[in-house]
């Protein structure tokens, strides 16, 4: 059955960036609509699981928004004004909802990269 998740990993410290503030927004015509936010947990993952399940699974263009310098600044790490990296947005379709959908993030203050996990 098709899903949605995300998981985050702080490459600068090297573990799950726990606490970092995500959205979940779905494209309506020209504009995105938060359809969620929500805090990393312990595991850099939603506490509530999958973002989206199997009902609520749609065709559709989605952005997830990664609330990166807030949570480097909130671990005490000095970043320049402004940072360089603050919110990662990530585009990315579901074309199947039926198939499961995976978006990780590695990222630090300077770099990020993603892929379509499993």
């Given at each position: 059955?098709?899903?949605?998740?995300?998981?985050?990993?702080?490459?600068?410290?090297?573990?799950?960036?726990?606490?970092?503030?995500?959205?979940?927004?779905?494209?309506?015509?020209?504009?995105?609509?938060?359809?969620?936010?929500f805090v990393l947990n312990?595991?850099?993952?939603?506490?509530?699981?999958?973002?989206?399940?199997?009902?609520?699974?749609?065709?559709?263009?989605?952005?997830?928004?990664?609330?990166?310098?807030?949570?480097?600044?909130?671990?005490?790490?000095?970043?320049?004004?402004?940072?360089?990296?603050?919110?990662?947005?990530?585009?990315?379709?579901?074309?199947?909802?039926?198939?499961?959908?995976?978006?990780?993030?590695?990222?630090?203050?300077?770099?990020?990269?993603?892929?379509?996990?499993?």
């Amino acid at each position: 059955m098709g899903h949605l998740s995300t998981h985050v990993l702080d490459t600068m410290n090297g573990y799950p960036a726990a606490g970092m503030a995500v959205k979940l927004q779905r494209r309506n015509g020209t504009d995105f609509e938060t359809i969620a936010d929500f805090v990393l947990n312990a595991d850099g993952r939603n506490e509530g699981g999958a973002l989206l399940d199997a009902s609520s699974m749609a065709a559709g263009c989605y952005r997830l928004v990664f609330s990166v310098a807030p949570y480097f600044k909130a671990r005490g790490i000095e970043l320049p004004d402004p940072p360089f990296i603050d919110d990662v947005l990530l585009d990315f379709g579901i074309a199947n909802p039926a198939d499961r959908y995976h978006v990780p993030l590695l990222v630090s203050p300077w770099a990020y990269s993603t892929y379509r996990g499993s």
